[in-house]
Nanobody, 123 residues
Framework: QVELVESGGGLVQAGGSLRLTCVAS????????MGWYRQPLGKQRELVAS???????NYADSVKGRFTVSRDNAKNTLYLQMNSLKPEDTAGYYC?????????????????WGQGTQVTVSS
């Protein structure tokens, strides 16, 4: 079991900044990848930024140059620094972890999600 807890969301004026934090607990040694996703109300969840299995970083085109994802492996913590926020960034932000576990037939990957933290950017 892996548990993810996000924090740092809130209401901010356009042009402002927020820093989101995700803390993983449980069987954290099984985690292969972590990232941030967001889901505006009534819309599909989309990738914001993530670390690949090789350690590189993927950013959505809409956040490049404004958002920075980082991690502290020793603390099992993932961060998302969000600068120059825009109203279109308004969404629920979710931390994601992909865990790889051994099974009798081989391997299985499980997706874990936090409860989300709301980011609202006013114009």
């Amino acid at each position: 079991q892996v548990e993810l807890v996000e924090s740092g969301g809130g209401l901010v004026q356009a042009g402002g900044s927020l820093r989101l934090t995700c803390v993983a607990s449980g069987k954290t040694l099984s985690i292969n990848r972590m990232g941030w996703y967001r889901q505006p109300l009534g819309k599909q969840r989309e990738l914001v930024a993530s670390f690949t299995s090789g350690g590189s970083i993927n950013y959505a085109d809409s956040v490049k140059g404004r958002f920075t994802v980082s991690r502290d492996n020793a603390k099992n913590t993932l961060y998302l620094q969000m600068n120059s926020l825009k109203p279109e960034d308004t969404a629920g932000y979710y931390c994601n972890a992909v865990a790889r576990i051994a099974i009798i037939e081989g391997w299985n990957e499980l997706n874990y999600w936090g409860q989300g933290t709301q980011v609202t950017v006013s114009s």
